[in-house]
């Protein structure tokens, strides 16, 4: 019998050595059944391996992992009911569409019509009854995504492991592939695991992310949570862009940090944090999209002074770089929310602007 | 630059291209071909050249293609070909499928030493190497003996032998056939297994299969053209081989090249070596044509 609290998958302390080099350390974490895990970070973070792993291509050098309560040591891939969307798709060249998605059928005792059936199925899934027949050279690359996903999902897994699956897509079909992939998964209720360096995709994708560097996991969260409270400096310039600041704690008032931030030449107020004392050295952390800029001086909050250097226009927002008195630049970003041509935009070029932001929305960082 | 590249890209210049190859073949094989098919069409005669195409209308003469499917000499001379050659080329697939395989998965440092010791037989003589074999093979050799030893000790005392006879017989050309074209399959299979994507086999692992299951799933069947191509160049010179069947053969059951020889040069009747040429070609040439014309027929319809 299974423990009620034990997770569908836990991952308990696994590290990963080839030669003298660490490529996964020390990593524990669980996921859900049902759940959209990502494993986000940049190449070499080791994101792979640990999905490696969990397919039974690498064994971990230590720790253990348990699927659904099981020891998966010694277990081969062969024997895991773990499938892999392989990022190059890894696609049969020899069979057609239809024998690739019954391929991992053979090795189950069903009868043949149930085989049949089941491909069948997958292949409505997928939308690719039309093309049963055809080889893979034939169909074009948004079309093999979807047959891999099939081959995969064929066995009825209890993960599937998701290697950077949109990164071979263009952007449009990537898009609507991701709204695809996630209908997919609330239809069959499998659990997802989701190696990607996107972070965008990361975000929309997922249900919780891990945020991966030099083989450690940064942070473990909702997308929401890590990008609203990034728990580093490394997760908050990862994810999405981000002004950040060295500042020094003057204070703690009413729950509110006193922040002296040299770069701002200002003093700020930030939420509080906890175990952030007075006098210790901390980062100061601000999304661009929660400055507001202005023209005039704002009546109160955290406002600082400084000069358009830049601007880019993006149709829906535009994007200001703004230098301060002591130099650095700083990134905002100001939705275009009235219609009209150059005088519409907030500021222009070589404007004296406000920059305000709530104590709310400044993030602390300690690490 | 431009105007060289212009040059180039003028349509005569592909066309000498793809011209000049069909031109060799033209002069150097089609129209050989040809006089041999003449040949074997005239008759023999005491002069020299020893044939003619003289006398009576239609002035060709087709007895020479009446006995090479009449007289059971050509008959079994060609099984004997093709059955010797054919053991030659399975057992040089046996041989050969594991060590191209092996070469696939070794590090690329030791991929390359690997690969030169498969050329590294070509760099003594062909001939030195048969003749070593022939000495192995011997009554009086160590080889033998200790072949000979092993046997006597397997097997009950009245089974005993002074020495294991290998040495003219189709045992012997087999083997030296094995021993020379080794590398002729090695190097094609080698070629066509190393375009295969690892990946794949991964893939066919993680959906279940143990890896006998993908090697027989994904592997063996995208290695057939290697197959076909590694097996073709093992078995057309090995039935028309003429050298090893000569050295280390049995005298008695001839191999075809042999027949060809000694029509040629002892016997003098060059109609009837050159009606076995053609045969011999046909029986080559036939199969490999329509296994292309099937593959074409199979990639048209994919």
Known sequence: MQDAAEPFLRIEGVSKTFGSFQAVRNVSLSVGKGEIFSLLGGSGCGKTTLLRMLAGFEEPSAGRIFLDGRDMAGVPAWERPVHMMFQSYAIFPHMSVEKNIAYGLKHEALTKAEKADRTREMLELVQLVPFAARKPHQISGGQRQRVALARALARQPKLLLLDEPLAALDKKLREQTQFELMSIQARTGVTFIVVTHDQEEAMTLSDRIAV???????????????????????????IGSINAFDAAVLGVEAGLLRLSVPALGTEVLARGQSGVAEGSKVTLAIRPEKLRLSMEKPADGNAVQGKVRDLAYFGKDSLYRIALPSGVLVQAHAVNARRGDEGARVADWDDEVWLAFDATSAIVLVE | MGRISQWFDRRGFAAMLIGLPYLWLLALFLLPFLIVVAMSLATKTPTAPPFSFGGDHPWVNGQAYVRVLTDGLYLRAFLTSVGNAGVAMMLCLLLGYPMALGLTRVSKSWRNILLMLVILPFWTSFLLRVY????????????????????NLLVPMDWAVKSIPMMNSNFAVVLVMVYTYLPFMILPLYASLERLDPVLDEAAMDLGSRPWQVFRDVTLPQSVPGIIAGGMLVFIPAAGELVIPSLVGDASSPMIGRLISDEFSSARDWPMASAVAVVLLVLMVGPTMLYSHYQARAEGTK
């Open chain 1, 212 to 238: 991966m560097d030099k083989g450690e996991v940064k942070q473990i969260g909702s997308p929401t949570e890590i990008y609203e409270f990034p728990a580093s400096r490394f997760v908050a310039d990862f």
């Open chain 2, 132 to 151: 070593a074999w022939m000495g192995l093979m011997g009554k009086n050799s160590w080889f033998n003996g200790l072949l000979t030893d092993g046997w």
